[in-house]
């Protein structure tokens, strides 16, 4: 989580303090806009295939300061909660690959629908919204009926805010940023994902694990087995425990078999 944040706002001030610089020498800000051209990620497939780092680059640069500071503070939010029940490294796999898919399902709507046509050539996008978005909604599928306090609300369940955002996202894809709203589709549709594979126990992050020598440990009954490896059945049955009834439902030493398994990596 603070590895995407810091990238997140270096990239934020090092543009920003170019273009304030530009635009006191020269009153424009040619150079910035050109660095925000170059990371943003281009819906035509012609360009695309020039600028093919972009899928990438795009979740790391943002076009204003609102658009920035709210994404780092939903990550900074939901990253915490989401790295209380699993590792760094699950976080990591999240970020990336719903950013992936959230550029994915935009290059797709912009290029199938006749909606976007006319602006298909000169359609971009740029931000880590669909990346946190995928950060959100994997926390809420992992942890429902877990609440935050809001300002005017109070108390709200994940599972409804994050119902709430994708509505409003669905009503956003027939707006002025229907780019931004479909990319946070394609990142709600990975996180979710993500997390029901994990709970059947399939753990997509494990391509980012670092390969390990086994170290051999004698049991009680003389048999030898891996040691240091985490339970992956027990894991996952603690997290379907929570899924159905929420993180308090946990007994004293489930709660201590889920922390040290978040601390295995």
Known sequence: MNLFIGINTAIFVVVGFISVAEWLFTRNTATANLI??????????????????????????????????????????????????????????????????????????YNIFPAFSDILPVATLIGASASVMAVVVATATLLPDYSIRLLLFGNVKLKFLVIAFIVIDIIGIAELNAGGSIAHLGGALMGFIFIKQLQNGNDWSKIFAKKKKLKVAATNYGHKVPAGLPDQEVIDSILDKISRSGYDSLSRKEKEELFKASNKE
């Open 36 to 109: 925000k051209e170059y990371i943003s990620m281009p819906a035509y497939l012609p360009e695309l295939l020039y600028k093919f780092w972009t899928p990438l680059t795009y979740m790391f640069g943002h076009s204003g300061f609102f658009h920035f500071i709210f994404n780092m503070l939903w990550l900074y939010w939901f990253g915490q909660i989401f790295e209380d029940f699993l590792s760094a490294r699950q976080l990591t796999f999240t970020y990336l690959s719903g950013g992936l898919a959230g550029a994915v399902l935009f290059i797709a709507f």
